[in-house]
Nanobody, 126 residues
Framework: QVQLVESGGGLVQAGGSLRLSCAASTGIFSSYAMGWFRQAPGKERKFVAGIKWNGGSTTYADSVKGRFTISRDNAKNTMYLQMNSLKPEDTAVYYC???????????????????WGQGTQVTVSS
């Protein structure tokens, strides 16, 4: 069982930045692909960004390309999401997720992920 804990959410004005962190309670963090998803009120959970188990490949939703950067530090069992140029439409609960296995591609579907964090709220005011 892997526990994931997100942090770094908050309230920010449009155009501002936030950095989310996701700490994993596993000694084999490098065996997991990791992803960030978000869910706005009344909407389905959507993929935001993902990173391969070794950090060698990343994938982004079109809506965040060029503004968000995903990264990971396997020595610290932690993943990050740097969010710049935030927009009101980025407002959502952000979840981190872990997919066990050193797959060749970055998973982008919710069903592909094995473990989820409890989420952290990001609110962007206009």
């Amino acid at each position: 069982q892997v526990q994931l804990v997100e942090s770094g959410g908050g309230l920010v004005q449009a155009g501002g930045s936030l950095r989310l962190s996701c700490a994993a309670s596993t000694g084999i963090f490098s065996s997991y692909a990791m992803g960030w998803f978000r869910q706005a009120p009344g909407k389905e959970r959507k993929f935001v960004a993902g990173i391969k188990w070794n950090g060698g490949s990343t994938t982004y939703a079109d809506s965040v390309k060029g503004r968000f950067t995903i990264s990971r530090d396997n020595a610290k069992n932690t993943m990050y999401l740097q969010m710049n140029s935030l927009k009101p439409e980025d407002t959502a609960v952000y979840y981190c997720a872990a997919d066990f296995g050193r797959q060749a591609r970055v998973p982008t579907m919710t069903a592909e992920y094995d473990y989820w964090g409890q989420g952290t709220q990001v609110t962007v005011s206009s």
